[in-house]
Each structure stands twice: as C-alpha cells, then as structure tokens.
C-alpha cells in the first residue's frame, strides 16, 4: 500500500476493496485492507480513457468530413507508420497496432499527472517495467513468428559458428538488459519530472510551475517516442532475416 492515496485509489479501496483482494488471491499475493495503489487505479483509469476515447473516435470517422480528433490521430498513425517503414523495412507497418497502442498508453500515462489530483502510473517502477516486459514477448514472439524458431536462434550465434561459445552468452546478456534499460529510463524521467513539478507547486503557484509543466510535457511526449523506437529497433532485429 502507498503512504499516500488520490481521491480515485481511496474511493477504490473504500468501495471495491473485496475485488482487489480477490485479484490479489488470484495470483498469489497477500491480501490487504487497502489492495489498490494509486499506480494501478492510475493505469485502469488511463485504460478506460483510451477505450472511450477509441469508441468515440469510431463512431466519428469520416472520409468526407474528418473532425480535428480524427485529423489529430491520423497525424499519429502516419508518423508512427512512418517511423516503423524505416526502423523495421517494408514489412514495419504489420506492427503499427502494437507500436501506436504503446505510444498512446505510455503518453497519457506520462500526461495524467499534470492534472491536479492525479498521478503518472509510469512514475512507479512496475509500470515501466511491464511496458518492457511485454516489448520484450513481442518482439521475441514477432522473431520466431518471422523466421523459425531456428532460424530466430540463429540471431545469437554471431556473424561466424566459431564464435558462438562468445556471441552466444554476450547476446543472451544483451537481450536480458532491454527490458531494465527501457524500465529505467522511463521511470527515472517521469519520476524526476514529477517530483520536480511538485516541488516548485509547492513553492509559488505563478509563472515558474507552469514552466516547468511545459518541460513535463515535453519529456513525457519525448520519453513515450523513445520507448517506441527502441521498440522499433529490437522489433527489426528480430524480424530480419539472416542471409
């Protein structure tokens, strides 16, 4: 439990604490009185946005007459089509539902915590660390689904068979740390940007918070790019095919 609740994770576990408990069972951990942490409620909450969002945008699309909300996404998708044409090759924009659904889930989850009574989830270690865990099954999964699951293994034996007692340990290593890499990289960020936008909200409420909630912005808009890309580049890595 956290030493300090928002108003969603209280009224959470004010209301829905048997629910909580039950999912915490359900996998084997100790329940609790208070099982909701703010980085949970945070993430269903950027969840349920996305959905409503997502159905509101369907039920809007139009070829004639596309409204700023479709124009705003349509900018999205092409630039990460985009991005993924020249990280990945031709045969990137296969991967686009993956790539834009963590994109857009990083973002908002980077964004929600400049609204008043709100927290970032991806502040927390746990958050991050599930985002590079599940790039990490992707782009595995995507290797072997685009090679074999032979020809995949290939990827770790090197340039030369003789060099496989060496390349073979260096790989495995160098596969391991991806996801402890984009786990540290997006939790230190968002955490330091929070602490530093909450420290100077404490201190005055004119002119200088606001600047350094447009650097949060920004850092948010950046951190969730990059997590994408060096998605992008360890999908490519493992979709290639070994000549």
């Known amino acids: 439990m956290e030493a300090h609740e928002i108003w969603l994770t209280k009224l959470f576990n004010d209301h829905l604490a048997g629910l909580g408990n039950a999912i915490l069972s359900g996998v084997g951990l100790a329940t609790s009185t208070r099982p909701w942490a703010n980085f949970v409620t945070m993430q269903i909450l950027v969840a349920a946005i996305m959905v409503l969002l997502f159905l509101t945008l ?14 705003t996404f349509e900018v999205i998708y092409e630039f990460l089509r985009h991005e993924s044409e020249d990280q990945v090759g031709h045969d990137g924009p296969k991967y686009v539902g993956y790539f834009a659904t963590l994109f857009i889930f990083i973002l908002f989850s980077n964004l929600i915590g400049i609204i008043p009574g709100f927290e970032s989830p991806t502040m927390t270690p746990s958050v991050p660390a599930g985002c590079a865990l599940a790039t990490f099954l992707y782009y595995n999964l995507m290797g072997i689904q685009a090679n074999g699951v032979l020809q995949y293994l290939k990827h770790f034996v090197g340039p030369m068979v003789l060099l496989a007692p060496l390349m073979i340990p260096i790989e495995i290593m160098s596969h391991m740390a991806r996801p402890l890499s984009l786990t540290i990289r997006l939790f230190a960020n968002m955490f330091a940007g929070e602490k530093v936008t909450t420290v100077f909200l404490g201190l005055t409420y004119i002119g200088i918070p ?34």
Do not use: C, N, W
């Open 210 to 243: 606001a600047l350094f909630m447009g650097l949060h912005v920004f850092v948010s808009v950046l951190q969730a790019y990059i997590f994408v890309l060096l998605t992008m580049m360890y999908v490519s890595g493992a979709v290639a095919h070994e000549h």
């Open 58 to 71: 369907r039920s809007r699309l139009s070829v004639d007459k596309p409204g700023k909300m479709q124009q």
